[in-house]
């Protein structure tokens, strides 16, 4: 059964750092895209980054490029996102997703497995 479980949200002022974390079990990811998406209240789910696992190419979405960055660590099955110079706007639930096949674009109906998600608040 696959899992995906995500950590590291919280409340953070502007301008602060998180990290978040997305363990992955009962699953291989080497063929695989993994990706971080985002839902706000009352908005649609948000593509917010993706990694190929097997070479660690990335990609991200204009809103967060430059300020977000996405890894993996092979040995974990984990992946994170480094996210800098939050704002008020990045304020949702977090959620990690893996691809249903090896390529994957940004659109939330290429992944198949989702996690729980995890809550961001950034606010002063």
């Known amino acids: 059964q696959v899992q995906l479980v995500e950590s590291g949200g919280g409340l953070v002022q502007p301008g602060g750092s998180l990290r978040l974390s997305c363990a992955a079990s009962g699953t291989t990811l080497s063929d695989h895209v993994m990706a971080w998406f985002r839902q706000a209240p009352g908005k649609e789910h948000e593509f917010v980054a993706r990694?190929?696992?097997?070479?660690?190419?990335?990609d991200y979405a204009a809103s967060v490029k430059g300020r977000f960055t996405i890894s993996r660590d092979n040995a974990k099955d984990t992946i994170y996102l480094q996210m800098n110079s939050l704002k008020p706007e990045d304020t949702a639930v977090y959620y990690c997703a893996k691809s249903r096949f090896a390529i994957a674009t940004m659109t939330r109906d290429d992944y198949g497995y989702w996690g729980q998600g995890t809550q961001v608040t950034v606010s002063s």
């Open positions: 990694i190929r696992w097997i070479d660690g190419t990335a």
